[in-house]
C-alpha cells in the first residue's frame, strides 16, 4: 500500500540557519511527490512538486526538494529560514488512477518553528 | 482569480445531528476533492468529484457523503455525526483530472461535534 512517512514531528530551527525536513514514501510505480505547508487555521499550499525528470525541484518561497529514488525520499530543504517558515510542512504522493487523479495520501507532517 | 472558498468556515454540532459543508471551486476548475485533517489520524482522502461524477471514494463509513452540481460546486454531508468527526475538512479543486493538476485546497471548514 502507499504511504508516506515524515520521521520528524517537531524541528526547531534558528532563523538563518538551513533546513531539511526528510520525507520518505512507498509506492509501487512512479509517484508523484508534493511538499505543502499549512499555516495555524489556513488551508494547505503547494511547495513544490516532483513528476520526472531533473531529481532537484525549485518551489516556492526559496523552498526546493530532491527526488531519490534509491532512497525513495523527497526531502525538502530551504538555505535560510525565515521566522514567517514558522508552519507545519506535508510531504504527498499522488497518482493516476484509472483516469482519476485519485486522492493524495499525505504524511503526518512536520511542525516547523523558527528560534530568532 | 479567486481561490477555493469553503463555508461556513466554522460549525459546532451535536451528536446525532447531521451537516452540510459547502465548497466552491476555482473558477474553471471541474474537479473538487475533500479531506479530512484531524491530529491523530492527519489528512485523509474522502472523496473526489468530477462533472458531477464521484470518481474516487477514500475509506470512510456511509455516514460520509458528497455531491457536485453542474457549476462544480460542491457540498459534502455527514449523518448522525459523532464526537469524532470533529475535524477540519479541507476542500480541494484541480482543472481536471491529470495527476500533474495541483490541486489547490481551501481554508477549510472546522466542525466541532459536542
Known amino acids: 500500500a502507499q504511504s508516506v512517512t515524515q520521521p520528524d514531528i517537531h524541528i526547531t530551527v534558528s532563523e538563518g540557519a538551513s533546513l531539511e525536513l526528510r520525507c520518505n514514501y512507498s509506492y509501487g510505480a512512479t509517484p508523484y511527490l508534493f511538499w505543502y505547508v499549512q499555516s495555524p487555521g489556513q488551508g494547505l499550499q503547494l511547495l513544490l512538486k516532483?513528476?520526472?525528470?531533473?531529481?532537484l525541484v525549485q518551489g516556492i518561497k526559496g523552498f526546493e526538494a530532491e527526488f531519490k529514488r534509491s532512497q525513495s525520499s523527497f526531502n525538502l530543504r530551504k538555505p535560510s529560514v525565515h521566522w514567517s517558515d514558522a508552519a507545519e510542512y506535508f510531504c504527498a504522493v499522488g497518482g493516476n488512477y484509472g483516469g482519476s487523479q485519485g486522492n493524495l495520501i499525505f504524511g503526518k507532517g512536520t511542525k516547523l518553528s523558527v528560534k530568532p | 482569480k479567486a481561490g477555493v472558498t469553503q463555508t461556513p468556515r466554522y460549525l459546532i454540532k451535536t451528536r446525532g445531528q447531521q451537516v452540510t459543508l459547502s465548497c466552491s471551486p476555482i473558477?474553471?476548475?471541474?474537479?473538487v476533492s475533500w479531506y479530512q485533517q484531524t491530529p491523530g489520524q492527519g489528512l485523509q482522502f474522502l472523496f473526489e468529484y468530477f462533472s458531477e461524477t464521484q470518481r474516487n471514494k477514500g475509506n470512510f463509513p456511509g455516514r460520509f457523503s458528497g455531491r457536485q452540481f453542474s457549476n462544480s460546486r460542491s457540498e459534502m454531508n455527514v449523518s448522525t455525526l459523532e464526537l469524532g468527526d470533529s475535524a477540519l475538512y479541507l476542500c480541494?479543486?484541480?482543472?481536471?483530472?491529470?495527476?500533474?493538476?495541483?490541486?489547490?485546497f481551501g481554508p477549510g471548514t472546522r466542525l466541532t461535534v459536542l
Open positions: 480541494a479543486s484541480t482543472s481536471g483530472l491529470a495527476a500533474r493538476d495541483t490541486q489547490y
Open positions: 516532483y513528476f520526472s525528470g531533473d531529481t
Open positions: 473558477s474553471g476548475h471541474r474537479s
